[in-house]
């Protein structure tokens, strides 16, 4: 299922099958040790048209919050920070030649990396669908109120 964000100006996609984060970074576990991530769709529009993913080496260990991917954008250049500690253990290369994936398709063929994640406590950390969509909510909000 797929929510979509009452109320404001723009409407975001926010899945029902993913975790979140307030970096706007998306995890789907897959199995019990497995976890997919990529870039929310929110994220994805604001950066605009992605033109360039620098994707980590198989097999690199990160720690929750480190930098993972790098996004380039016409707009920006930015990290995709990671949401769990793991090891990568699969990296999304069609984004190499297609990078606009992300933009088409944030949650599915836009995945960036999967992790074999280290602790199943650091889950927890991670925002629900409706956590999400209420804090991109909040940043909508905000950012109509500064345009003012």
């Not at 933009?103 to 602790?119: A, D, T």
């Amino acid at each position: 299922m797929v929510f979509i964000g009452e109320g404001m100006e723009r409407s975001y996609q926010v899945v029902e099958d993913c975790f979140y984060t307030k970096d706007h970074c998306w995890v789907r576990l897959e199995g019990k040790k497995y976890a997919v991530v990529g870039l929310t769709d929110y994220a994805q529009r604001k950066l605009r048209e992605i033109i360039y993913v620098e994707l980590p080496n198989i097999n690199t260990r990160v720690q929750k919050r480190q930098p993972l991917a790098t996004i380039e954008s016409v707009k920006a250049s930015t990290h995709l920070y990671s949401p769990i500690s793991g090891r990568v253990v699969e990296v999304n290369t069609d984004l190499l030649d297609n990078p606009e994936f992300i933009n088409e398709s944030p949650y599915r063929e836009g995945w960036i990396v999967k992790l074999e994640f280290m602790s199943r406590e650091e889950l927890e950390s991670l925002l629900t669908p409706d956590e999400y969509l209420r804090y991109i909510e909040e940043l909508e909000e905000i950012g109509e109120e500064a345009e003012e």
